[in-house]
T-cell receptor, first 114, second 112 residues
Framework: AQSVTQPDIHITVSEGASLELRCNYS??????LFWYVQSPGQGLQLLLK??????LVQGIKGFEAEFKRSQSSFNLRKPSVHWSDAAEYFC????????????FGAGTRLTVKP | EPEVTQTPSHQVTQMGQEVILRCVPI?????FYWYRQILGQKVEFLVS????????KSEIFDDQFSVERPDGSNFTLKIRSTKLEDSAMYFC??????????FGSGTRLTVV
């Protein structure tokens, strides 16, 4: 079955600084890849997803992610972080022929310093 | 924008009691899921449901758990004889196919 690893449990960045959250996946073929954000006490909101095609994916709230097959990675980036970006970020992986089942990473908690 | 609705938003139950968490998926979706998130931990897959039957379940989803789609609109998760470690946020999701997931806002279950 597919799986995903988020190596960083907690990241702190200053407001206005750039951000990169790491995600590595394990799957035998090209997976479907997702990034979700969860604000405290809230549900999961989809930021962006990759199915095929252009490996650089644009999402909502100024986020982007790049699929790198050679590194089995799908890192999330944002050029300039805002205080409102403080949240938990989850990378998720899906297998195209597996009943649409999705598996989540452990999450990275983002703290934004003023 | 269609939503997945979960009720209640917060439920407190005594250890050993049965609870039913309710979800109303988006009406034309075909796949339904329950995920669990213990406080401060990752979102864990519990079960997927398609064509009126369980299509996949995790090792967490043991005999204590069951799911049902009783009336074509609701999708329920029943937890029998709750334990303290069942305390978590439970998310329902539905999917139109091709990973068009929509998540509900969750039910926080507290077992005391």
């Amino acid at each position: 079955a597919q799986s995903v690893t988020q190596p960083d449990i907690h990241i702190t960045v200053s407001e206005g600084a750039s951000l990169e959250l790491r995600c590595n996946y394990s799957y035998g073929a090209t997976p479907y890849l997702f990034w979700y954000v969860q604000s405290p006490g809230q549900g999961l909101q989809l930021l962006l997803k990759y199915f095929s095609g252009d490996t650089l994916v644009q999402g909502i709230k100024g986020f982007e992610a790049e699929f790198k097959r050679s590194q089995s990675s799908f890192n999330l980036r944002k050029p300039s972080v805002h205080w409102s970006d403080a949240a938990e970020y989850f990378c998720a992986v899906g297998a195209p022929n597996n009943n649409n089942d999705m598996r989540f990473g452990a999450g990275t908690r983002l703290t934004v310093k003023p | 924008e269609p939503e997945v609705t979960q009720t209640p938003s917060h439920q407190v139950t005594q250890m050993g009691q049965e609870v039913i968490l309710r979800c109303v998926p988006i009406s034309n979706h075909l796949y339904f899921y329950w995920y669990r998130q213990i406080l401060g931990q990752k979102v864990e897959f519990l079960v997927s449901f398609y064509n009126n039957e369980i299509s996949e379940k995790s090792e967490i989803f043991d005999d204590q758990f069951s799911v049902e789609r009783p009336d074509g609109s609701n999708f329920t998760l029943k937890i029998r004889s709750t334990k303290l470690e069942d305390s978590a946020m439970y998310f329902c999701a539905s999917n139109s196919g091709n990973y068009g997931y929509t998540f509900g806002s969750g039910t926080r279950l507290t077992v005391v």
